[in-house]
Nanobody, 117 residues
Framework: QVQLVESGGGLVQAGGSLRLSCAAS????????MGWFRQAPGKEREFVAG???????AYADSGKGRFTISRVNAKNTVYLQMNRLEPGDTAVYYC???????????WGQGTQVTVSS
């Protein structure tokens, strides 16, 4: 059974940093893309960052220059380092894994990130 477990969310002041972690289990994901999405209240879930099996990465414009995604295949773990956080980053952040990250096969349960002004 595949499980994705996120951690690292919390409350932070604007300008602060958080590091999210997502540990995947149940199979090997080295050939899958791993990434992060987020959903703010009243808004649709949106892509944040992705890390493909070939080592390439991509970011939504909202996080470019502030967010960094990394991955350790040996641990089936993906991270999201978020710096210079803004109130607009407040959302539930979801880890996702899939052969095509735009349509993930698996989702985590989500972790809340709240940025106060």
């Amino acid at each position: 059974q595949v499980q994705l477990v996120e951690s690292g969310g919390g409350l932070v002041q604007a300008g602060g940093s958080l590091r999210l972690s997502c540990a995947a289990s149940g199979r090997t994901f080295s050939n899958y893309a791993m990434g992060w999405f987020r959903q703010a209240p009243g808004k649709e879930r949106e892509f944040v960052a992705g890390y493909w099996s070939d080592g390439s990465t991509a970011y939504a414009d909202s996080g470019k220059g502030r967010f960094t995604i990394s991955r350790v295949n040996a641990k089936n773990t993906v991270y999201l380092q978020m710096n210079r956080l803004e109130p607009g980053d407040t959302a539930v952040y979801y880890c996702a894994v899939g052969t095509i990250i735009a349509h993930p096969d698996y989702w985590g349960q989500g972790t809340q990130v709240t940025v106060s002004s």
